[in-house]
């Protein structure tokens, strides 16, 4: 266990698979007590239990977080059981269906609003109260989508514009009470969305996503959890309202610029987390 987060106590929503698996097992080792937080369907407490395991401090928290009394249930238990909260990481999310508008369904869209929207909402509302009390942060997914908008993936990037636009305004209103509030913005990442296998995209997508990365691959959870790591440490004492691109490279790019990636470039780095649910997670409609 490291130390860039001793002392802190953190919250990390759809903590039990994919980027979020990796944040919180990189909290945990670098000091934070962290709350796993989530669906219930999701590993969460499998997430939990292999923390535990490594020395790390933590508890899990299964619930639908897009309600108002399950946020402020979550905070609670927090503080109760950890003594306060520092850090709120908004990373739950959907991405149900890959369509064109016309033909996109209206279930899916709620759903996104629901998971997407509304917890980020009412997890955010929930934890300034406390933030205030030990000058904290949050940080919230975002997403390349949210900032460019892409084809086939537009009320995805609606609710991720949302936050981006969300999470500037808190940045600003909040300074006041010495509250941080930053963006990480994933690009293409190695986990159930972008396989056609485990998520709604089809395989022509998923070469093409590849493609279009200046760096000819997809990321990597470990790779995004890092820079959460920077946002929520103190060592981001400075940063405020900003968007950190973790994307390859593909929210700048045109055409299939990654073909022409590095060799080097293209590998994936060999990262330090035993990362067991990054395929896990619903990505279709739970009724």
């Known amino acids: 266990m490291a130390d860039r987060l001793k002392g802190k106590v953190a919250i990390v929503t759809g903590g039990g698979s994919g980027i979020g698996e990796a944040i919180c097992k990189k909290f945990a080792r670098e000091g934070a007590s962290v709350v796993v937080a989530g669906f219930p369907e999701d590993p969460v407490e499998d997430v939990a239990k292999e923390i535990?395991?490594?020395g790390g401090?933590?508890?899990s928290f299964t619930a639908d977080l897009s309600t108002e009394d399950n946020a402020k249930r979550c905070v609670e238990t927090a503080v109760s059981q950890f003594g306060k909260l520092d850090i709120l990481i908004n990373n739950a999310g959907v991405f149900p269906e890959v369509n064109l508008l016309q033909d996109y369904s209206e279930e899916a869209f709620d759903y996104m609003i629901k998971n997407n929207v509304?917890?980020?909402f009412v997890m955010s509302k929930a934890a300034l109260p406390e933030l205030h009390k030990t000058k904290g942060n949050i940080v919230s997914a975002g997403s390349e989508a949210g900032v460019i908008g892409i084809a086939q993936n537009t009320p995805y990037g609606g609710t991720k514009g949302f936050i981006h636009s969300f999470m500037?305004?808190?940045?600003?209103?909040?300074?006041?009470?010495?509250?941080?509030?930053?963006?990480?913005?994933?690009g293409p990442i190695d986990t159930?969305?972008?396989?056609?296998s485990t998520g709604p995209m089809d395989s022509k997508m998923v070469k093409t996503m590849k493609q279009a990365t200046p760096m000819g691959r997809r990321g990597t959870p470990e790779e995004v959890a890092n820079v959460y790591l920077f946002l929520a440490s103190d060592e981001a004492s400075y940063v405020t309202g900003?968007?950190?691109m973790v994307d390859g490279g593909i929210t700048?790019?045109?055409g299939p610029v990654g073909e022409e990636a590095d060799s080097d470039m293209k590998k994936e780095p060999k990262g330090e987390l035993e990362l067991e649910h990054?395929?896990?997670g619903h990505t279709s409609i739970r009724k």
């Open 57 to 59: 401090k933590v508890l």
């Open 252 to 254: 700048l790019a045109k």
């Open 118 to 120: 509304n917890t980020a």
């Open 168 to 186: 500037r305004g808190l940045a600003v209103e909040q300074a006041q009470f010495g509250v941080r509030c930053n963006i990480v913005g994933p």
């Open 192 to 196: 159930a969305w972008t396989h056609d």
């Open 242 to 244: 900003a968007t950190y």
């Open 52 to 54: 535990e395991k490594e």
């Open 278 to 280: 990054s395929k896990d």
